[in-house]
Structures are given as structure tokens and as C-alpha cells.
């Protein structure tokens, strides 16, 4: 399985996607709108199927893992601000506060059709890094969730994976940009439908995010990634 983003016309065998949108955003000029792509190469080096994640705005989508379950199905994970077009079905990323990122995972069957999107918005920026399935079809994605701030207010911030809350982040003032990205980590099963959220990294002027994660087949996920103190003094 191979996935990327591009711009214009990729063939895959007798498969050809084209995207050749582009869009104006609010603080720029023209740009090229960048979809993704997901494809199966056969052993015998025959493209079996390829598909396309359409989006409606410039930087409207990033893409940041792939995973492949035990039975052939396919699981993307990254990040959104835009309107999704896959296969028949058209959903919204909206971006949450202030047009920032949403939290994406999506899913494609063996046969290469798309399943589900799914997202988890917050106040704030929110991105995923990583991703690992298990062997029932489920899967686990780990990234970062960050407040916003105004007039030099830190707001702390919160993310949802359908009814599981995080947060906030913090409870900063004025001037403080304090604990702005946390890390996040979350179940989601075969269906699309959330199981779990958890969220690590506490205290003032320190950040953190996930960047990986891994199952060791009895049970037990590890999670890598990094932190800092970008305001410390």
C-alpha cells in the first residue's frame, strides 16, 4: 500500500486520479489544492486499486501515517480544514476554532472502496502523527491538541473524539503561554466509532506530542514522542 498527496493527474495501472483545484486563501494568493492518494500494488507489481481523499481549500489537509490491519483494510491518519469528498460521500472538517486543523483518520476497505472519515475537533490546533491497528480491526492514533490565544490571553484548549474530552491543555493568563500542545492518545474501532481518549503532559510553560505508537501483542501500546519548555523564563 502506498499514500500521498498531489496536485494534477496520477495513473495507477487503469486507474487515473486527477486534481486540479485550486483556491485563493484569505491571507494569500492562488494556490494549488493537494488531495491524497491510497494504492495497492500487487506482488506482481500490478496496481490493483487506487483512491482519492478530494478537499475543497488549500492546506486544507496533511497526511502523517498509514497502517494496513490483518485483513487488508487501510487506515490513514493526519490532519483537516476542509470539506472531504470520498467515494459518494462528502463530510465536513471545519477546522473547529478559528479555521485550525482537526484531528483526521479514515478508513478503506480491501476491496478499495472508503469506509468512514472520522475527526476530532477541539478550540485549538490539533494534529495527528501516528497510527497502529490491532488485531481486531481497531485502530490507535497519537498526535497533539493546543489552546489559541487573543490579546495575549492563553485559552486552554480541549479536543473531542466523539464523547471523550481532553483538557484543557491549561489555565494560563495573561501573558502565559503556558502548557500550549499536550499530547493525545485514542482508540478507534473497525466502525469508526470512538472507544477511549487519553492525554498526557501536565505543568506550566512545558509542551508535548505523540509522535508514534506501537502494540507489543499482549496487550500493552507504547507511545514516543517528545516535550519541551518553549517559555520557561
Known amino acids: 500500500i502506498v499514500a500521498g498527496m498531489f496536485h494534477g493527474t496520477l495513473t495507477f495501472g487503469g486507474t487515473t486520479l486527477t486534481n486540479t483545484d485550486t483556491d485563493t486563501p484569505p491571507y494569500g494568493s492562488l494556490m494549488p489544492v493537494h488531495d491524497i492518494f491510497v494504492a495497492k500494488l500487487l506482488r506482481n507489481g500490478t496496481w ?9 481549500e488549500s492546506m486544507g489537509i496533511y497526511l502523517k501515517d498509514i497502517e494496513v490491519d490483518s485483513d487488508g483494510n487501510v487506515f490513514i491518519v493526519g ?3 476542509s470539506t472531504i469528498t470520498y467515494g459518494s460521500e462528502t ?12 484531528v483526521m483518520i479514515a478508513k478503506a476497505n480491501s476491496d478499495g472502496t472508503w469506509d468512514w472519515v472520522e475527526y476530532a475537533s ?3 490546533i490539533d494534529n495527528g502523527y501516528g497510527l497502529t491497528v490491532d488485531d481486531e480491526g481497531s485502530a490507535y492514533l497519537t498526535g497533539v491538541f493546543g489552546g489559541s490565544s487573543s490579546g495575549g490571553i492563553f485559552y486552554g484548549g480541549t479536543v473531542s473524539f466523539g464523547s471523550y474530552s ?9 501573558g502565559q503561554h503556558t502548557g500550549t500542545y499536550r499530547t493525545f ?3 478507534i474501532d473497525g ?19 505523540g509522535n508514534d505508537l506501537a502494540l507489543d501483542g499482549l496487550g500493552g501500546l507504547y507511545v514516543i514522542g517528545s516535550f519541551d519548555a518553549p517559555n520557561s523564563n
Request: hydrophobic letters at 25%; aromatic letters at 10%.
Open 48 to 56: 490493483e486499486w487506487a483512491l482519492q481523499l478530494d478537499v475543497s
Open 91 to 102: 463530510s465536513d472538517c471545519d477546522g473547529g476554532y478559528n479555521n485550525y486543523n482537526e
Open 122 to 124: 477541539g478550540n485549538g
Open 79 to 81: 490532519s483537516c480544514k
Open 191 to 209: 466502525d469508526g466509532d470512538w472507544q477511549w481518549a487519553s492525554r498526557a503532559g501536565t505543568g506550566y510553560h512545558m509542551d508535548s506530542q
Open 166 to 174: 481532553l483538557g484543557p491543555t491549561s489555565t494560563g493568563g495573561a
Open 185 to 187: 492518545v485514542a482508540k
